[in-house]
Every structure is written in structure tokens, then in C-alpha cells.
């Protein structure tokens, strides 16, 4: 089969490589693959910037079908619409799994990064991963689960929004706007979305589409300024940030106010970053660091979007076969798409 392959250590590094189908463990199931999203993350591993095992076909945001299941599967069979968590490799024994957060394991290896993703026909992994997909959510809004979930699990399991408070999201990438989709759904005061020029058009569109009370672009105005007129002083209780910038982080410390909270989401993309560090501590901060996502954020977000209260598909911007996957890539790369679909 054809797949999307990052072969070795370095920038680039990318091809499209005829491989094995993949062989199956007796706890497998065997997916046909159906939709797979390109994630943020793949560009950081194509520009050598994240952590990866190479060779390794990539992909982890993806739904599909079940083909075949090992003989030890029970509950799972051919024919099954599913999502998978993409938590393989986690160990299951050390404090952190047995704690019951397996998706932080450090022998965590995750499909499209540390084992063979989705950017391909068939994808080959442990039946536990697997979430049912309802037939009311079509594949390729179903691919973008896995950021949705990761979103769900920061935002209402670790930083708890509340209905009624005011947030507002720093980056209108995919993430900031699923996170924007997110707060809107769990009927946040206002939610407001900051972005650079390059968001103009297509970006800043969706926010205006997936309901954004203010969209402001911060190479032109104060988004503190802003903030503080909107709340009369006070800042937000709750700032989403999906940037990973330096400055949108400092303006973070600025638009939540005194014991407010800052979800961080976005991956720097470098070693090191400034942080307005005592500004923090004079406001009594929060800042919860929040990376992927727990087996109860997948339910909540395939049961929002089931049940239609979260319009996951308006995220969803271009789709192309997988073989365009350079140009999916440029699409990301270059502010034009939010979320682009590659289809096997
Ligand atoms: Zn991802
Ligand atoms: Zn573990």
C-alpha cells in the first residue's frame, strides 16, 4: 500500500513509499482508514521539531472501519464505524497510567509519531483505543476528533470553563478554533479570538462563522486594551492560548484577570520561551500546561458532536487526496486552510 512516509531524523524527509500492509497482534483490529486530518503537530515532525521515531508512516487524527479483528478482541467487529485514541505504546504500570492518565505515559508512542499512522489504506492497533463513531457523524468530521478531544480535555476537564465566563482564545489555528467551538458550546459569556494578519480571510472567517463575539487582529490593535473594555477593567476569566508565541503568551499575563486561568495549548516549536513570569505571580495565575487527551474527553466530544451541539465539520476547510499531501502541508503551512482533510 501507498503511504506518507518520515524516514529519517532531520527536516524534510517526507516521501510517499509502497509498504506492507500491516501485520495484526491477537489485541488488534485492522482499520481501513477513511479520513485522516492533517495535525500541526505533523508539520513540527516534517520540520524536524517535535519528537518522532523514524521510519514511520504519519497521521494520528483519523476514522475509519474496522477489516479484521485479532482473536483476542472482544466487543469489536469488521464493519464497526470507529475513531482510535492515539495513546499506543503507554505502559499501563507506572504511576502515571495506573493514576489513570496513560496519555502522558512516557513510553507513550503514538500512531503517525512513534508507531505507523494513518496517512495510508490500513492502519493496524490495540482495540482497547477505539471509540464507537455514531453513524450521524460523517468520516471526515470524525477525523478531527482527536484535536477535538485533546481541546475537550483541557479546557472543560482541566481548566473547567464554566457557563457564564468570559474567555478568549490566542491563535486562530484549527486548535484555537475548535477551542472557540468548544467555549461557545459550553455557553461561555463571550469568547473573543486574537490572531495575526495572516489570519485575515479564511482564518478569521471561521471564527466569525463558528459564532467568535470579537475577532481581533493584533498587528493592528491592543488585544489588552480591548480586553479590558470588554470586561470593564477586570480581563477574562479564562484565556485559551493556542499560539505558543512569546508575545501572545505576555498578553495572556495582560487580558486574565487577577486569578484567572491560562489553558495552554500551543505547541513553541522551541527549546526555550520568555514567560512574563512575576506578572504571573502578582495576579495569583493559573497556567495548567495541557497535553492530549483521557478516554472520558473522547466520549464527550463524539457525544457533542452526535447530538449536533458542537459544529466540528465548519473547522474542516479543504479536503485532498493523500497522494496532495505537500500541498496540504503549504495549505497549513501558509495560514490558508484550517483543517485539511486528506482522504486514502
Ligand atoms: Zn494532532
Ligand atoms: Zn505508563
Same mark, same amino acid.
Not at 155 to 159: G, K, Q, T, V
Not at 275 to 288: A, E, N, Q, T
Given at each position: 500500500?501507498?503511504?506518507?512516509?518520515?524516514?529519517?531524523? /532531520?527536516?524534510?524527509?517526507?516521501?510517499?513509499?509502497?509498504?506492507?500492509?500491516p501485520?495484526l497482534?491477537?489485541?488488534?483490529?485492522l482499520?481501513?482508514?477513511?479520513?485522516?486530518?492533517?495535525? $500541526?503537530?505533523?508539520?513540527?515532525?516534517?520540520n524536524?521539531?517535535?519528537p518522532?521515531?523514524p521510519?514511520?508512516?504519519?497521521?494520528?487524527e483519523?476514522?475509519?472501519?474496522?477489516?479484521?479483528?485479532?482473536?483476542?478482541?472482544?466487543?469489536? !467487529?469488521?464493519?464497526d464505524?470507529?475513531v482510535?485514541?492515539?495513546? #499506543?505504546?503507554?505502559?499501563?504500570?507506572?504511576?502515571?497510567c495506573?493514576?489513570?492518565?496513560?496519555?502522558? =505515559?512516557?513510553? !507513550?508512542r503514538?500512531?503517525?509519531i512513534?508507531r505507523?499512522g494513518?496517512? #495510508?489504506?490500513?492502519?493496524?492497533?490495540?482495540?482497547r483505543l477505539?471509540?464507537?463513531l455514531?453513524?450521524?457523524?460523517?468520516f471526515e468530521?470524525a477525523?478531527?476528533?482527536?484535536p @477535538?478531544?485533546v =481541546?475537550?480535555?483541557a479546557?472543560?476537564?482541566?481548566?473547567r470553563?464554566?457557563?457564564?465566563?468570559?474567555?478568549?482564545?490566542?491563535?486562530?489555528?484549527?486548535?484555537? *478554533?475548535?477551542?472557540?467551538a468548544?467555549a461557545? #458550546?459550553?455557553g461561555?459569556?463571550?469568547v473573543?479570538?486574537?490572531?495575526?494578519?495572516?489570519?485575515? /480571510?479564511?482564518?478569521f472567517e471561521?471564527?466569525?462563522e463558528?459564532?467568535?463575539d470579537f475577532?481581533?487582529? @493584533?498587528?493592528?490593535e491592543?488585544?489588552?486594551?480591548?480586553?479590558?473594555?470588554m470586561t470593564? $477593567?477586570l480581563?477574562?476569566?479564562l484565556?485559551?492560548?493556542t499560539s $505558543?508565541?512569546e508575545k501572545?503568551?505576555?498578553?495572556?499575563?495582560e487580558m486574565?484577570?487577577?486569578?484567572?486561568?491560562?489553558c495552554?495549548?500551543?505547541?513553541?516549536?522551541?527549546?526555550q520561551?520568555q514567560?512574563?513570569?512575576?506578572? /504571573?505571580?502578582?495576579?495569583?495565575?493559573?497556567?495548567?500546561f495541557?497535553?492530549?487527551?483521557?478516554?472520558t474527553?473522547w466520549?464527550?466530544?463524539?457525544g457533542?458532536?452526535?447530538?449536533?451541539?458542537l459544529?466540528?465539520?465548519k473547522?474542516? @476547510?479543504?479536503r485532498?487526496p493523500?497522494?496532495?499531501?505537500e500541498e496540504?502541508?503549504?495549505l497549513?503551512? @501558509?495560514?490558508?486552510?484550517a483543517?485539511?482533510? *486528506?482522504?486514502p
Open positions: 500500500m501507498k503511504a506518507v512516509v518520515k524516514y529519517g531524523k /532531520g527536516k524534510g524527509l517526507v516521501e510517499i513509499r509502497d509498504v506492507p500492509e501485520t497482534k491477537d489485541d488488534d483490529v482499520i481501513e482508514v477513511k479520513a485522516v486530518s492533517v495535525c $500541526g503537530s505533523d508539520l513540527h515532525i516534517y524536524d521539531a517535535h518522532y521515531w521510519p514511520v508512516i504519519l497521521g494520528h483519523f476514522s475509519g472501519v474496522i477489516v479484521r479483528a485479532g482473536k483476542d478482541v472482544r466487543g469489536w !467487529k469488521a464493519g464505524r470507529v482510535t485514541e492515539t495513546r #499506543t505504546g503507554a505502559c499501563g504500570i507506572c504511576y502515571i495506573q493514576s489513570g492518565f496513560p496519555q502522558v =505515559c512516557e513510553q !507513550k503514538p500512531y503517525g512513534g505507523d494513518a496517512y #495510508t489504506k490500513y492502519v493496524a492497533g490495540p482495540a477505539l471509540h464507537h455514531p453513524d450521524t457523524i460523517p468530521t477525523a478531527v476528533m482527536e @477535538t478531544a =481541546c475537550v480535555s479546557i472543560l476537564e482541566r481548566c470553563l464554566q457557563a457564564g465566563e468570559s474567555v478568549v482564545v490566542t491563535g486562530p489555528g484549527p486548535i484555537g *478554533l475548535i477551542s472557540l468548544i461557545k #458550546t459550553a461561555a459569556r463571550f473573543g479570538i486574537t490572531g495575526r494578519s495572516s489570519a485575515e /480571510g479564511m482564518r471561521k471564527a466569525r463558528l459564532g467568535a475577532i481581533l487582529n @493584533t498587528d493592528r491592543d488585544p489588552v486594551k480591548k480586553v479590558q473594555e470593564g $477593567g480581563g477574562v476569566d484565556l485559551i492560548e $505558543g508565541g501572545a503568551i505576555a498578553q495572556a499575563f486574565v484577570r487577577r486569578l484567572g486561568r491560562i495552554a495549548l500551543g505547541i513553541s516549536g522551541k527549546p520561551t514567560i512574563p513570569y512575576d506578572r /504571573g505571580i502578582f495576579k495569583g495565575l493559573r497556567y495548567d495541557c497535553f492530549s487527551s483521557s478516554w474527553s466520549e464527550m466530544a463524539i457533542l458532536v452526535a447530538k449536533g451541539l459544529p466540528l465539520e473547522v474542516i @476547510t479543504h485532498l493523500i497522494e496532495r499531501w496540504a502541508f503549504k497549513l503551512e @501558509t495560514r490558508q486552510a483543517k485539511v482533510i *486528506l482522504i
